[in-house]
């Protein structure tokens, strides 16, 4: 069974880093292809992608978000750690972290096909001083 | 990056009604699509991916359409459990981007 769980602190104030770590079972991250995705959601707002890393230690961060955050990962651990260095309020969020699975190109289109399959409970941080 | 859209942002729907919720993409994103359901307090359910790809366990009911930039999720005959939030979200580059989701709620 796959599963996915994230831990980090529940409170941290501005201008503080973030540090949220993902711990999976089910699957090791030195799979071909395999990933993890972070992803956040604000309360009562939609989802917002942050980052993935794959098992060739390929990484991708999002455009507005990339001068603060830092995914890495540690097979032995099978644990995926997000940093996020400057913490506002606005930054008040749930955080999840999911599996990145992926199925071959179609007999049309190149490239593999990449989804988020399995997530995890998420976590709640709250930044307040 | 690749904006994503969807419409409608709501729609109070009935049970058994047949439902469909649009995405559009900024530039041509081939099949490179999935949607997800999220339940109020719970993380997101992958639903389709590759635009038309059914996940393993997901009802039938559940169908995806669409290549380039106009995707439909079709949802057959909506039952109760299927009030929820629908999420498309881009895999064609990165980074990865959501729409900004489509609440179904009971009419």
């Known amino acids: 069974q796959v599963t996915l769980k994230e831990s980090g602190p529940v409170l941290v104030k501005p201008t503080e880093t973030l540090t949220l770590t993902c711990t999976v079972s089910g699957f090791s991250l030195s799979n071909a292809r395999m990933g993890v995705s972070w992803i956040r959601q604000p309360p009562g707002k939609a989802l917002e992608w942050l980052a993935h890393i794959f098992s060739n230690d390929e990484k991708s961060y999002s455009t507005s978000l990339k001068s603060r955050l830092t995914i890495s990962k540690d097979t032995s651990k099978s644990q995926v750690v997000l940093t996020m260095t400057n913490m506002d309020p606005v930054d008040t969020a749930t955080y999840y972290c999911?599996?990145?699975?992926?199925?071959?190109?179609?007999?049309?289109?190149?490239?593999?096909?990449?989804?988020?399959?399995?997530w995890g409970k998420g976590t709640t941080v709250t930044v307040s001083s | 990056d690749i904006q994503m859209t969807q419409s409608p942002s709501s729609l109070s729907a009935s049970v058994g009604d047949r439902v469909t919720i649009t995405c559009r993409a900024s530039q041509s994103i081939s099949s490179y699509l999935n949607w997800y359901q999220q339940k109020p307090g719970k993380a997101p359910k992958l639903l389709i991916y590759?635009?038309?790809s059914l996940q393993s366990g997901v009802p039938s009911r559940f169908s995806g359409s669409g290549s380039g930039t106009d995707f439909t999720l079709t949802i057959s005959s909506l039952q109760p459990e299927d009030f929820a939030t629908y999420y498309c979200q881009q895999s064609y580059s990165t980074p990865a981007t959501f729409g900004p989701g489509t609440k179904v709620d009971i009419k």
């Open positions: 590759a635009a038309s």
């Open positions: 999911a599996r990145i699975a992926h199925q071959p190109p179609g007999t049309t289109t190149a490239y593999y096909y990449y989804y988020m399959d399995v």
